[in-house]
């Protein structure tokens, strides 16, 4: 079994990619970031093509960033989130709507371009 992917400090992590086919990938490799299903552990992949690939920024903010599942007919989207142990997530998309009772901060993922060398 592989290590959960978990977020740490920028200085001890390697970099992303986010492509124009809305895939994020691993920096220098062909590995990208899949959903696994809502309540659990974000895998790695090769396999990039299909929706569980595809991350689309959504929400006015665009620090949600979501694939969609096949529910029955219909479709929904699934959140990337951090769960208590900083390990990446997928879960219900949180305070899409205008809810102001709601904490989206463990779904807030910024993508920005770096210009810090990477190893």
Not at 88 to 103: G, L, Y
Not at 108 to 119: P, Q
Request: with cysteine; glycine share 8%.
């Amino acid at each position: 079994m592989h290590e959960p992917l978990k977020m740490g400090p920028c200085s001890n992590s390697g970099g992303w990619e986010y492509t124009p086919q809305k895939i994020l990938l691993l920096k220098g490799t062909n590995i990208c970031l899949q959903g696994d299903g809502e309540g659990k552990q974000v895998k790695l992949g090769t396999a990039c093509s299909g929706q569980e690939s595809t991350w689309e920024m959504i929400s006015d903010s665009k620090m949600h960033l979501s694939y969609n599942v096949n529910n029955n007919g219909s479709t929904s989207s699934i959140c990337l989130d951090a769960d208590a142990n900083n390990i990446v997530v997928t879960n219900s998309c949180k305070c899409i709507s205008k809810d102001n009772t709601c904490d989206p901060a463990s779904q807030w993922f910024k993508l920005v371009d770096s210009t810090r060398k990477l190893n």
